[in-house]
């Protein structure tokens, strides 16, 4: 497995680093994880290969940027130059433990729901042959790269919010080439936090309750498996665990084929704009909320999938309240 971490020092340097057991590796000639990306493409190379072309002698305890001693983790990728040029984005109704949590939020009879039918039409229809197409599934917007958090960093809670919850997920990361190509740079553990008690009140809100901070990392895996991914999500609480559940993603665990979620989404010409990036999430196949759980600040929510680095980390952030009035001036 090749993974590469996205880092800075406390004078404020970014770094790109290849992990190498418990050690990062920097290389030379790159801040950024995007502009490996440009080289690679520049050269021919593939990103693995330009990664090793531009690996150096230097050294650092891994430890020293997980634990934030004396680095800070950034993102497992981004867009540096232009955070508006970073499309975050999800699909959803992917994985069968997912549905049942949206399904209980909603269902208040025995009528099938609307989330229960669109997981049916992409058990039907989500994994078609491979080269054809197959129904579309449900697909959001978290914002740009502005809303994007690494490893350690908080998540917050907006003052406006009704609530924030962890939905452990992987997310593919994407670069588009100078041709409008999409390419698959690699995959990330995410976190792709959201307003469960918001969208609980009326489906129709799911959109605003997606609009929240996220985190990816700490790791951007480069040939990732992504057949079966078994993990763990934990919630921490004042050092002890307070909630943990086994979570399950990977093409074996979903209703829909990676090939159709990014066929459905870089379908749309606006989505393959040269040197853009789109991190999008594939699903989720347990939450805490779904347990009953509400969060609050200091609580640390965990991601760990096996195969993809070392777990994804964040603590919760809540803003105090009231919110305030967000004002439109005239030109």
Not at 198 to 215: G, I
Not at 265 to 281: E, L, N, S, W, Y
Not at 321 to 331: C, D, E, F, I
Request: charge should be negative; include cysteine.
């Amino acid at each position: 497995m090749a993974s590469l971490v996205q880092l800075k020092n406390f004078a404020g340097h970014r770094f790109v680093a290849l992990v190498e057991n418990d050690a990062l590796r920097l290389l030379t000639g790159v801040e950024s994880a995007y502009a490996l990306c440009q080289n690679a493409l520049a050269t021919g190379q593939s990103l693995i290969a330009a990664a090793r072309t531009a690996a150096s002698g230097e050294l650092i305890p891994y430890d020293a940027a997980y634990q934030a001693h004396e680095w800070r983790m950034l993102p497992a990728f981004d867009h540096p130059a232009e955070p508006a040029r970073c499309f975050v984005t999800g699909t959803g109704l992917t994985h069968r433990a997912s549905v049942d949590n949206r399904n209980a939020m909603h269902q208040e009879n025995s009528a099938l729901t609307d989330s229960m039918r669109m997981y049916q039409w992409g058990v039907e229809g989500g994994a078609p042959q491979p080269g054809s197409i197959g129904v579309s599934p449900e697909w959001f917007y978290k914002g740009n790269g502005t809303c994007l958090r690494g490893h350690g960093e908080a998540l917050t809670i907006p003052a406006f919010a009704e609530d924030g919850g962890d939905e452990s997920e992987i997310a593919g990361i994407y670069l588009i080439d100078g041709q409008g190509q999409p390419r698959r740079v690699g995959m990330a553990q995410g976190n792709e936090f959201s307003d469960h008690v918001l969208e609980k009140k009326n489906y129709l809100y799911l959109a605003s309750s997606k609009l929240r901070e996220c985190s990816i990392g700490p790791e951007l895996i480069l040939d990732p498996d992504f057949d079966t991914v078994p993990g763990r999500a934990r919630i921490h609480r004042e050092g002890s665990v307070l909630w943990e559940k086994p979570i399950r993603s990977g093409q074996a665990n979903m209703c829909h084929t990676l090939e159709n979620i990014e066929h459905h989404h870089f379908k749309f010409p606006m989505h393959r704009q040269p040197g853009d990036v789109h991190i999008h999430f594939y699903g989720a196949s347990a939450f805490s909320f779904g347990d009953h759980v509400r969060l609050t600040s200091g609580d640390v929510m965990e991601v760990n999938f096996q195969g993809f680095g070392r777990p994804l980390r964040n603590p919760i952030a809540a803003e105090a309240g009231p919110a305030t009035l967000s004002r439109v001036r005239g030109l």
